[in-house]
């Protein structure tokens, strides 16, 4: 199926999409609880570096990592002082993430809200223009150096697995799936779902956050060539997604993602789904459920 004979299914996903109901079951529904642009840039960071996993288990863990800082995060963590974060998650545990990862993640905030007044602001050091980033090169150069700085302002001396896994670095080559979900919110919009609070990232700068199950769908829709899901990977479903809305390719993440996490998409051919859905016609699944370059 031809790139332009696909447009209109990937608009019919969005139509389909019931976006605020699935709001309500994402980890973004829990920023959008705090009013306040700055508490909400301080929420994204902590609810992205923390989602992954099943939505039903990480939703639960992003709310216990968010609760200790109050309905000012973004305050509460530029007053505080080392001693008053130290015993902030004591019982903390989600999978690989313990309490001391999210007090390193706590202590790069504070760091940055106290030198550079916000995240944005650290994003934009070694910016060459004062021009708004609209190409994805210099974004990911950007990210790469913003999740360095972050990284270097942890509380603890030694990098330990599991605050690099928070905050991955796109130099390493992999899909950094939820660093690229954190930009997705704060650059697009403001709309139902993204805030829209960054004004200096274009969102044609921004990547696809890219996972097995997302990737999985752009397999079937002929988006994605790449087996592998990685940096590669991510940009180039980008780029196809750019040939339909150049100004703005993750329109169409949202309720391509929510295609799975509803469990509308199983991955595998169902009579009593398959012909209801709306890439249905574009889709390469076969009704014996085997399908081809996936």
């Known amino acids: 199926m031809s790139l332009k004979t696909l447009k209109p299914l990937l608009e019919k996903i969005i139509e389909h999409c019931s976006h605020l109901e699935r709001r309500d079951n994402d980890p973004v529904g829990l920023v959008h609880a705090y009013d306040e642009d700055a508490d909400r840039e301080v929420a994204a960071l ?39 974060l130290e015993n902030l ?9 313990r309490g001391p990862d999210l007090l390193d993640l706590a202590c790069a905030l504070r760091s940055t809200l106290q030198n550079e007044g916000n995240l944005q602001a650290l994003y934009l050091q ?9 190409q994805r090169d210099e974004h990911l150069r950007l990210a790469s150096r913003f999740v360095r700085r972050l990284r270097s302002r942890r509380s603890r001396s030694k990098m330990v697995r599991g605050f690099r896994y928070l905050l991955p670095d796109p130099a390493d080559g992999s899909a950094c799936k939820r660093l690229h979900l954190f930009f997705r919110w704060v650059v697009r919009g403001p709309d139902i779902i993204d805030l829209g609070i960054w004004d200096k990232v274009n969102p044609s700068a921004i990547i696809m956050p890219l996972d097995t199950h997302t990737s999985r769908l752009c397999r079937y829709l002929g988006l994605l060539q790449r ?68």
């Not at 902590?46 to 800082?69: D, H, K, N, Q």
């Open 46 to 84: 902590f609810s992205s570096c923390l989602a992954y996993g099943r939505v039903e288990l990480l939703r639960p863990a992003i709310r216990r990592a968010l609760t200790p800082l109050g309905a000012r995060p973004a305050e509460f963590l530029r007053t505080a002082t080392i001693p008053d």
């Open 89 to 97: 998650w004591p019982d903390f545990t989600y999978r690989m993430t």
């Open 227 to 294: 087996k592998s899901v990685d940096g590669k990977a991510a940009r180039q479903v980008t780029q196809q997604l750019a040939s339909f809305e150049s100004a703005d390719p993750l329109r169409y993440d949202f309720a391509l993602c929510h295609l799975g996490i509803s469990g509308r998409c199983i991955h595998r051919y169902c009579a009593e789904r398959c012909p209801d859905c709306p890439i249905q016609p574009a889709c390469i699944l076969i009704a014996d459920g085997s399908s081809t370059g996936v």
């Open 126 to 134: 070694g910016k060459d223009s004062a021009e708004p980033v609209a």
